[in-house]
């Protein structure tokens, strides 16, 4: 073998092996692509993923926040309903002191007062209230009080006091009127229908 055999011998086996790197690197190349677009739709799968999981906690949020919104709203209108109607029982109690069926109930408030406190009591009234409260008892104090109907009974140093006006009955079964009133406009009723 000669030297140009030689040479011709070694250039081909260089070819040879020049071509096996060659179609090894285009095999590797072809990999790392399928492998990079094998990622990539992975990353885009994840994503498209996870927006979706966004998109729908965003829409319960927004839905949850509607619904407290609503239910605030609701609240606030049944409050205002209760509150209208508590007003209109307060406008007819006080609307009752100008009925003749006043004079029986302002005994009763007087009544009930000096036995509370006792004998030795004073009773307050408004003005208009005087001339009936003076056919009830004979401790019918001289001042007047500034109320909308009822009587107050004291003990004569005004320590002890029985306020039996409208305004203080009222205000102690205000909170148990709301409740009545509640439920007759959205439980009784509901169930009604």
Known sequence: MGLEELEKKLLEDAKKEANSILEKARAEKEKIIQSALERKKNIIAQAKKMATELAERERQERLSAAHLAAKQTVDRKRHEEVEKWVGSVWEEMVAFSGRKEYEK????LINEGEKEIGKQSIVFVNKSDQHMAKKIT?????KTVSVSGGAIV???DEKIVVNNSFEALFEQQKDFLRKEVFKELFFEGDAKK
């Open 138 to 142: 004979k401790n019918l104090g001289k």
């Open 105 to 108: 109930l302002l005994k009763k």
């Open 154 to 156: 004291a003990t004569m």
